[in-house]
């Protein structure tokens, strides 16, 4: 069964309400206030379809939901997701006095499998950017550039792409991030990256604007081939063509640049508080992912030097 088929979607006015407080008290992107949307407009369609208000819901309406989701094939992730927005909404509804009772307060997420996130090796991402520096097109310098930053700043896809050249200080070495929920941050380049950044500045960014038509001249750091501002989706068909440029196939993807990242600090000993902040993550939950990865690092290099000790644990 189809989403669509689940329910039809209600649109209240408390809803509307609650997305106008997250676009502008909360600082959400317009993509997630849409996700939000749709989450609660299909749970008040399901409430109106079983002929209950909106401020009567009970666990029992919920749990009904949540059943059908499972039995329309919803993944647990794609539920965590449903349930993060109706518990925001509900919290919202119970702070502004519109309902007498959070119904969603003692409702708890479906568990998911933890998986460690993929990430390059050092000797990974010497071969890549050695790899790409030997390109010949034009735009060789422009995805030098982006590589140095994703993997030197652990920035998220959204943030590059929406990076202006007012946020960079290349004297300085430091970048000034809007990450979720507009949350400023500071995140220091390493000097490879400052210079790689530099080269596509000055050398292939002015060639880029000039096809931009003048009504809109872009303020935007990285652009695509026709001058115009880069997308989420743009980035990531540009880390598909620089394997194809390079030769060098390693499932490049604009988040797995981020893990290697964390994953290096991490290994060198960094605090996750750090780690935390660079990344801008808000709760260090999320970064504790990572101690799982250089766990199975330590792990894999004390089998390796210990061959008995595997032997013996598996019989």
């Given at each position: 069964?189809?989403?669509?088929?689940?329910?039809?979607?209600?649109?209240?006015?408390?809803?509307?309400?609650?997305?106008?407080?997250?676009?502008?008290?909360?600082?959400?992107?317009?993509?997630?206030?849409?996700a939000y949307q749709?989450?609660?407009?299909?749970?008040?369609?399901?409430?109106?379809?079983?002929?209950?208000?909106?401020?009567?819901?009970?666990?029992?309406?919920?749990?009904?939901?949540?059943?059908?989701?499972?039995?329309?094939?919803?993944?647990?992730?794609?539920?965590?997701?449903?349930?993060?927005?109706?518990?925001?909404?509900?919290?919202?509804?119970?702070?502004?006095?519109?309902?007498?009772?959070?119904?969603?307060?003692?409702?708890?997420?479906?568990?998911?499998?933890?998986?460690?996130?993929?990430?390059?090796?050092?000797?990974?991402?010497?071969?890549?950017?050695?790899?790409?520096?030997?390109?010949?097109?034009?735009?060789?310098?422009r995805d030098q550039?982006?590589?140095?930053?994703?993997?030197?700043?652990?920035?998220?896809?959204?943030?590059?792409?929406?990076?202006?050249?007012?946020?960079?200080?290349?004297?300085?070495?430091?970048?000034?991030?809007?990450?979720?929920?507009?949350?400023?941050?500071?995140?220091?380049?390493?000097?490879?990256?400052?210079?790689?950044?530099?080269?596509?500045?000055?050398?292939?960014?002015?060639?880029?604007?000039?096809?931009?038509?003048?009504?809109?001249?872009?303020?935007?750091?990285?652009?695509?081939?026709?001058?115009?501002?880069?997308?989420?989706?743009?980035?990531?068909?540009?880390?598909?063509?620089?394997?194809?440029?390079?030769?060098?196939?390693?499932?490049?993807?604009?988040?797995?640049?981020?893990?290697?990242?964390?994953?290096?600090?991490?290994?060198?000993?960094?605090?996750?508080?750090?780690?935390?902040?660079?990344?801008?993550?808000?709760?260090?939950?999320?970064?504790?992912?990572?101690?799982?990865?250089?766990?199975?690092?330590?792990?894999?290099?004390?089998?390796?030097?210990?061959?008995?000790?595997?032997?013996?644990?598996?019989?």
């Amino acid at each position: 069964m189809k989403r669509e088929e689940l329910s039809p979607k209600v649109y209240s006015q408390e809803l509307k309400d609650f997305v106008l407080y997250l676009e502008k008290q909360r600082n959400f992107s317009s993509l997630t206030c849409k996700a939000y949307q749709e989450d609660i407009a299909f749970f008040l369609g399901f409430v109106k379809v079983n002929k209950v208000f909106f401020d009567k819901v009970d666990e029992s309406i919920i749990r009904g939901y949540l059943l059908e989701l499972t039995n329309c094939g919803f993944t647990k992730t794609s539920i965590k997701q449903n349930l993060a927005a109706l518990k925001h909404f509900y919290k919202y509804l119970y702070t502004i006095n519109r309902i007498q009772k959070d119904p969603f307060e003692f409702i708890s997420s479906p568990k998911i499998d933890q998986r460690l996130p993929d990430f390059l090796e050092k000797d990974e991402i010497d071969q890549l950017f050695k790899a790409n520096k030997e390109r010949k097109d034009e735009l060789a310098i422009r995805d030098q550039a982006i590589l140095e930053l994703l993997y030197n700043s652990g920035l998220r896809a959204s943030e590059l792409v929406n990076l202006t050249l007012q946020n960079v200080n290349l004297k300085q070495r430091v970048l000034r991030i809007f990450g979720k929920g507009r949350k400023e941050r500071m995140v220091p380049f390493t000097l490879e990256a400052k210079n790689s950044l530099e080269i596509y500045l000055n050398q292939l960014r002015p060639k880029l604007l000039l096809k931009c038509p003048l009504n809109q001249m872009s303020t935007y750091v990285f652009l695509n081939n026709n001058g115009n501002k880069l997308t989420s989706r743009g980035l990531e068909y540009i880390m598909g063509e620089i394997e194809k440029k390079s030769g060098c196939y390693m499932k490049l993807h604009p988040h797995k640049l981020r893990h290697s990242f964390a994953t290096r600090l991490l290994s060198q000993g960094a605090d996750l508080r750090v780690i935390q902040e660079l990344m801008g993550h808000e709760s260090i939950g999320t970064t504790q992912i990572y101690t799982h990865v250089t766990y199975s690092q330590m792990k894999d290099v004390y089998d390796k030097a210990f061959p008995r000790a595997k032997i013996k644990k598996e019989e």
